[in-house]
């Protein structure tokens, strides 16, 4: 009888040992840490290649990004589905060959992949360590995810060279509901300013956004929504999951939104839905088609002219939530998997901003106020 009971103690200690959990620092070498690639990514447990900094420690996990799809990644499946009881953040340590590297973490639900919430953050340094705070305070917490996947420079395809290498480390959920030091997002929301302000993209019905380097101007940071072959036809992104640090400040005459957009399509729909984040049957939307293809143009959205069988703009609520979806009405399957990017999304009021219509003479003195 002991001999059973001590085989079965060390059969369990062993089992128990083998576990991949939360947190994940990749140190046990009796552990087999699988990891299920896809479109390109390879991952695999390694030696830490460079134990200085804020990681020293032994083994760490690499990504190579090869050739095949810009979005190529991987992933690797927890024996129990996250507790997020104690914190809804994640951290993890980095390291990557290159500054303003954007790294995308997904949670994802063990068998319907629908189910599932990510956010991208950029990186700040090049080849060494750094600590990414991710932001998952408005995932659905009635539903359960066990999958973690990781998308290193997502829209750009790798070549499995150096500059192509990844390396993560120490995955852990913590408590940060002070946003990890970041703003709330609110209006005009211009994508610059990912080191201070939380954008918190939030993607449904088939929709992958990120924010990425503008394709047609290296100093400027956009939104770039990858509309998938197998998205709804509303499938859309909301910009600050949990809402705006302010309200739209809509009047009777000030019911005017812009939004730069670059579609690959002239004649494409583009709708924005604003709402109440805390009331989602307070809503209105508005939509415009773009007149370019393959070029940066401003749309105007009047909220006083909501899409036939919405609801109308009542300007006794509040509105603090936005939506855009590209090529709306059009599925993922009719239309083909596509790249829209968005940026300068601003409150343009009645036309001006709340600034005076310009009249003679003109002397150009008065730009806060024409």
Do not use: H
Request: proline share 4%; no cysteine.
């Amino acid at each position: 009888m002991k001999y059973l009971t001590l085989l079965l103690t060390l059969f369990l200690a062993s089992w128990s040992y083998g576990q991949i959990g939360l947190p994940l620092d990749f140190e046990s070498t009796s552990t087999t840490y699988t990891f299920t690639d896809f479109d390109g990514g390879q991952m695999s447990w390694e030696t830490n290649p460079d134990m200085s900094g804020i990681n020293t420690s032994a083994y760490v996990a690499r990504m190579i990004k090869n050739p095949g799809q810009t979005w190529g990644g991987s992933f690797i499946t927890l024996d129990n589905p996250i507790d997020f009881s104690n914190g809804t953040y994640f951290k993890v340590k980095v390291w990557t060959p290159a500054v303003n590297t954007p790294i995308l973490l997904k949670a994802e639900n063990l068998t319907d992949g629908a189910i599932a919430y990510q956010q991208e953050m950029f990186t700040t340094t090049a080849n060494a360590w750094e600590e990414i705070i991710f932001d998952f305070s408005s995932i659905n917490l009635a539903n359960t995810y066990q999958k973690l996947v990781f998308i290193f420079n997502n829209g750009v395809m790798g070549d499995g060279s150096a500059s192509f290498t990844y390396y993560i480390d120490d995955i852990e959920v913590f408590d940060n509901s002070g946003g990890g030091g970041l703003a709330q997002v609110d209006l005009p929301i211009t994508f610059e300013d990912v080191a201070t302000v939380n954008y918190d993209l939030v993607d449904f019905g088939g929709n992958m956004s990120s924010i990425v380097v503008d394709p047609t101007d290296p100093m400027n940071s956009v939104g770039q929504a990858d509309k998938t072959a197998t998205a709804q036809l509303w499938a859309g992104t909301t910009i600050g999951g949990s809402g705006l640090a302010n309200p739209i400040p809509f009047t009777a005459s000030d019911t005017k939104m812009s939004v730069r957009v670059w579609s690959p399509d002239a004649g494409t729909p583009i709708r924005v839905k604003v709402e109440d984040a805390n009331d989602p049957t307070i809503s209105a939307e508005t939509e415009v088609m773009t007149t370019m293809a393959g070029m940066w143009e401003t749309l105007e959205f009047d909220f006083n002219m909501v899409v036939a069988g919405t609801a109308p703009l009542n300007i006794a609520n509040t509105y603090n939530k936005i939506s855009i979806f590209f090529n709306f009405g059009t599925d993922g399957a009719t239309a083909g998997a596509k790249t829209y990017y968005w940026d300068d999304v601003m409150f343009s009021g009645g036309g001006g901003g709340g600034l005076a219509q310009v009249d003679l003479p003109i002397t150009f003195e008065d730009v806060a106020t024409v």
